[in-house]
Each structure stands twice: as C-alpha cells, then as structure tokens.
C-alpha cells in the first residue's frame, strides 16, 4: 500500500503557515463562498486557474477539462454553469484556453488516441470549419496557436447558447462570457476580445473577434507567415482596432 505522505504533510505544513498569516482565513473561507467569476480552462497542470489572476480561493468558480471544451451534452460542466450562474449569481464566465494546448494539438493529428478522440472531435469541428482560414499557417505551431484561439472563441459561443445563460440573460440578469487564452511562455493573458453581455451581443462579439483574427492572418501573411511571435502579432492587431 502506498500513501501520499509528502503531500499530506505539505498539506499540514501549508495550513499552518496559512493560519499563521492570518488566522481568520479559513474560518472566513468556509462560512461562504460568493465568487464573481467561473472560469472555464484547460486541465493542463500548467495552467492554475487563481494564481494566473492572483485570486485567492472562494475568489473562482472553477471547472476544467481537456481543451477548455463546452458541450451542450455534457452534463458536468453544465451543471457546474447552472451553479455559478443560477445559485453563485457569478457576473463573469471566462473561457481560457492556452497556447501549446496538446488537447488542441491532438485534435487535428491523423494518428488514434482512442477514447479521447470522441472529446477532441469538438474542436476538429472548430479546426474544419475554420480550415480556410487556418490553411494560411499549414501545420506549424502558429497555425496549433490560431486554432487555440479559435476554440476559445467557439467555445465562448457555445457557453452563450447555454440554456442557462440564455435564460439569465432573459430574466436581465448581470453576465458577461469572455475569451481568454494564456501564455505559457510569458505566463500573460491575452483577450480574445469577446465579451458577450447579451443575447443580441453574441453574433456581434463574435464577427468583432473574427474580424480581429482575420486582421491577425492579414500580418501574418504579410510578414513571412507568421514567424513573429503571437504576442507581437496580437499588440498590432490591438493597436489597429484601439
Ligand atoms: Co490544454
């Protein structure tokens, strides 16, 4: 039988630290939670949902999966939606993927995985859909980084058309769903720029980040495509647009 020890006793030692700080922290913690925020990410051990935005815990509602994949049968993270957005009253939902996502990369590679290609099919669905568009980068790592943005976008728009969403939008409730995707290399966010805090704002936000995407290929096939860096590519796509 083996036992986690080292992590039970990091465990002790973090609670003690953590009580030495501040002795109320979790007697304050377990009395409620009221977080203005879900964040929908990738399960990517690189990727921890508070620390990228220095949140403390009881700060994020969290759900997480392979690829930061929204699907209207997946009862899991729907039901965590219906949570945050009907009993949590959270104001934000983020979507963030992140680049280098090999959920993402794994999506559009011909060999088998088994079980999980029935999951990363969702986002071949984003990649032919998008394969015009994605065609300009052929199989490098830029083309990998355009399509992580891509399934942030989709799945930012599947998180709207959620009946939960939907319905609290009706009923005039506070809500905003955003696009986010993360660096793993600089540890940054960059802002897809969809910002949905409506019905009718869901096509709209959707055609504006689009149109920065198509923007985005525009200086990518000016330049020789695409061998800047996404991070630079995006700042002058946020100038032209700002
Ligand atoms: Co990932």
């Known amino acids: 039988m083996k036992r986690l020890t080292e992590l039970l006793e990091k465990n002790r030692e973090w609670a003690d630290k953590i009580n030495q700080e501040d002795p109320l922290f979790f007697e304050t913690l377990a009395q409620q939670q009221a977080p203005e925020y879900l964040w929908i990410g990738c399960s990517d051990s690189r990727v921890p949902a508070n620390e990228i935005v220095d949140m403390l815990p009881g700060e994020l509602f969290v759900h997480r999966n392979v690829a930061n994949v929204v699907v209207h049968t997946d009862m899991n993270c729907l039901s965590v939606i219906q949570y945050a957005v009907e009993?949590?009253?959270?104001?934000?939902?983020?979507?963030?993927?992140?680049?280098?996502?090999?959920?993402?990369?794994?999506?559009?590679?011909?060999?088998?995985?088994?079980?999980?290609?029935?999951?990363?099919?969702?986002?071949?669905?984003?990649?032919?859909?998008?394969?015009?568009?994605?065609?300009?980068?052929?199989?490098?790592?830029?083309?990998?980084?355009?399509?992580?943005?891509?399934?942030?976008i989709e799945q930012s728009v599947n998180v709207c058309e959620t009946t939960i969403v939907q319905q609290a939008w009706e009923n005039?409730?506070?809500?905003?769903?955003?696009?986010?995707?993360?660096?793993?290399?600089?540890?940054?966010?960059?802002?897809l720029e969809f910002?949905?805090?409506?019905?009718?704002?869901?096509?709209?936000?959707?055609?504006?980040?689009?149109?920065?995407?198509?923007?985005?290929?525009?200086?990518?096939?000016?330049?020789?495509?695409?061998?800047?860096?996404?991070?630079?590519l995006w700042d002058k796509v946020k100038s032209i647009f700002n």
Request: glycine share 8%.
């Open 87 to 152: 009993v949590l009253k959270v104001k934000h939902i983020m979507v963030v993927g992140h680049y280098g996502c090999g959920g993402v990369a794994a999506s559009i590679e011909q060999e088998a995985h088994g079980l999980i290609d029935n999951w990363l099919r969702n986002i071949r669905r984003v990649f032919q859909k998008h394969s015009d568009f994605l065609s300009v980068w052929d199989h490098s790592h830029q083309q990998l980084d355009r399509l992580c943005e891509l399934n942030v």
């Open 195 to 232: 910002n949905a805090s409506g019905i009718a704002e869901v096509e709209e936000q959707y055609q504006l980040a689009m149109s920065k995407m198509n923007k985005l290929r525009e200086l990518a096939e000016a330049s020789d495509k695409g061998q800047q860096s996404p991070r630079s």
């Open 172 to 191: 005039g409730q506070d809500l905003t769903v955003h696009g986010w995707i993360y660096g793993l290399s600089d540890g940054l966010v960059n802002d």
